[in-house]
């Protein structure tokens, strides 16, 4: 099982910019398709962006595309949540996760299919 802790959490204004990284360890980092995943008071936690194993594939969801970016660094274990352009809406709790990797493109977007996930970092975007 791989072990997941995630910082760069913070405030920022409306239209600015924050990053997010998570450092796995514990097991082979490459045996993992990687996720973020993020949840608002009083909301169910909703996909945000994933990437496959070697860093190829990506998948955002509709709400932050053309915004955040997620890329990984193998050799440093860590993947990170690039976001821009933030809005009041993209506050919530941020949560990095793993999901045993299925094939070599696969960037999965349900939270069923990450087995591993960090304790999360808060995001504030305020108005």
């Known amino acids: 099982q791989v072990q997941l802790v995630e910082s760069g959490g913070g405030l920022v204004q409306a239209g600015g910019s924050l990053s997010l990284a998570c450092a796995a360890s514990g097991s082979t980092v490459t045996n993992y398709a990687m996720g973020w995943f993020r949840q608002a008071p009083g909301k169910e936690r909703e996909f945000v962006a994933s990437i496959n194993w070697s860093g190829t594939y990506t998948n955002y969801a509709d709400s932050v595309k053309g915004r955040f970016t997620i890329f990984r660094d193998n050799a440093k274990g860590t993947v990170a949540l690039q976001m821009h352009s933030l809005k009041p809406e993209d506050t919530a709790v941020y949560y990095c996760?793993?999901?045993?990797?299925?094939?070599?493109?696969?960037?999965?977007?349900?939270?069923?299919?990450?087995?591993?996930w960090g304790q999360g970092t808060q995001v504030t975007v305020s108005s």
């Open positions: 996760a793993a999901a045993y990797r299925r094939s070599h493109s696969y960037t999965p977007r349900s939270d069923n299919d990450f087995g591993s």
